[in-house]
Each structure stands twice: as structure tokens, then as C-alpha cells.
Nanobody, 124 residues
Framework: VQLQASGGGLVQAGGSLRLSCEASERTYNRYVMAWFRQAPGNERDFVAALSRNGGSTWYTDSVKGRFTISRDNAKNTVILQMNSLKPEDTAVYYC??????????????????WGQGTQVTVSS
């Protein structure tokens, strides 16, 4: 298994959750790491991504200022800290490893490896 996601759950609006994605060392060091989410009936949407060295981050507009993506190099783990959660954040969240071209980071088809998904439910 290349990627193992965890940390989802049920939280009230305004609360916080922390998602983790543990990768193999080779995958963690080689690729851009990202989080996507998919709500029922919707396509899989880009949430956030982090460059290989952790020096660059990208976010979809709706989560800027609320979500933070980071790397824990000691554990080969990518973390998505989600604060001020809203009901519209409810979705299955997937971690992914993939492209090294910045222009491709928002497209699911550009990613090579996917975690199994973890459910995030935000109640109003």
C-alpha cells in the first residue's frame, strides 16, 4: 500500500479535524502530495497540495485560511489540519501522490497513487 489515510470523523461546524496520510518513503520523497475530496454526486475536487520539499503549498479558494497542509518528514506523513469547518466541507477526503508539474496539481488524473479515503462529516 502506497498511501494510508486516517483521521476523519464527525465534527460540529466551527470545529477542527486533522487528517494524516502515511506514505512509503519512496513515494513521500518523490512526489507532490495532495488532498482531494469528493461529496456524494460530485466529482473529486482538489483541496490542497504540497511540494516535495515542503516549500510550496497550493489551496483551493474555499479552504484558504482554514486548512493547512504540511509534511512530517520523520514519519513520511502528510497532514491536513482543518479548522473552522463548515457543513460544505463534508466529503470523503483522499490523499494522493503525483505530478511534479505545477500546472497539473489540481487535476486528479495527474496523480499516480491514491489513499483509500476517509470520511469527514461536519454537522450544522
Amino acid at each position: 500500500v502506497q498511501l494510508q489515510a486516517s483521521g476523519g470523523g464527525l465534527v460540529q461546524a466551527g470545529g477542527s479535524l486533522r487528517l494524516s496520510c502515511e506514505a512509503s518513503e519512496r513515494t513521500y520523497n518523490r512526489y507532490v502530495m495532495a488532498w482531494f475530496r469528493q461529496a456524494p454526486g460530485n466529482e473529486r475536487d482538489f483541496v490542497a497540495a504540497l511540494s516535495r520539499n515542503g516549500g510550496s503549498t497550493w489551496y483551493t479558494d474555499s479552504v484558504k485560511g482554514r486548512f493547512t497542509i504540511s509534511r512530517d518528514n520523520a514519519k513520511n506523513t502528510v497532514i491536513l489540519q482543518m479548522n473552522s469547518l463548515k457543513p460544505e466541507d463534508t466529503a470523503v477526503y483522499y490523499c494522493a501522490a503525483g505530478p511534479t508539474i505545477v500546472s497539473q496539481i489540481r487535476y486528479p488524473s495527474a496523480y499516480y497513487y491514491w489513499g483509500q479515503g476517509t470520511q469527514v462529516t461536519v454537522s450544522s
